[in-house]
């Protein structure tokens, strides 16, 4: 059975950085097609980035701040943030997808989460 867990969320100033982190169990992280989203409150489920294998995805929105990364011997995903602002105040979710290919929808990903609240002053 697939389990995925996020951690690391919090309260952080605008400008500062987090690093969530994402324990997979059930599937390898190696061969796993992974994603990040994040949902606002009123707001629709996000994606932000994606790990495929060796491809890399990353939404308009938070390139340059966001960046997903993986520890194979950990079976864990991560994603970086750095230059939070108040807009991404969010909770954020890990993702599985059981597609072979990069997908970006949340309709595409099969295992989610619980979340993980992140606030960002200003």
């Known amino acids: 059975q697939v389990q995925l867990v996020e951690s690391g969320g919090g309260l952080v100033q605008a400008g500062g950085s987090l690093r969530l982190s994402c324990v997979v169990s059930?599937?390898?992280?190696?061969?796993?097609?992974m994603g990040w989203f994040r949902q606002a409150p009123g707001k629709e489920r996000e994606f932000l980035t994606s790990i495929n294998r060796d491809d890399v995805t990353t939404s308009n929105t938070v390139k340059g701040r966001f960046a997903i990364s993986r520890d194979n011997s950990k079976d864990t995903v991560y994603l970086q943030m750095d230059s939070l602002k108040p807009e991404d105040t969010a909770i954020y979710f890990c993702?599985?997808?059981?597609?072979?290919?990069?997908?970006?929808?949340?309709?595409?990903?099969?295992?989610w989460g619980q979340g993980t609240q992140v606030t960002v002053s200003s």
């Open positions: 059930g599937r390898t992280v190696v061969s796993a097609n």
């Open positions: 993702a599985l997808s059981n597609s072979y290919f990069t997908k970006t929808s949340p309709d595409e990903y099969h295992y």
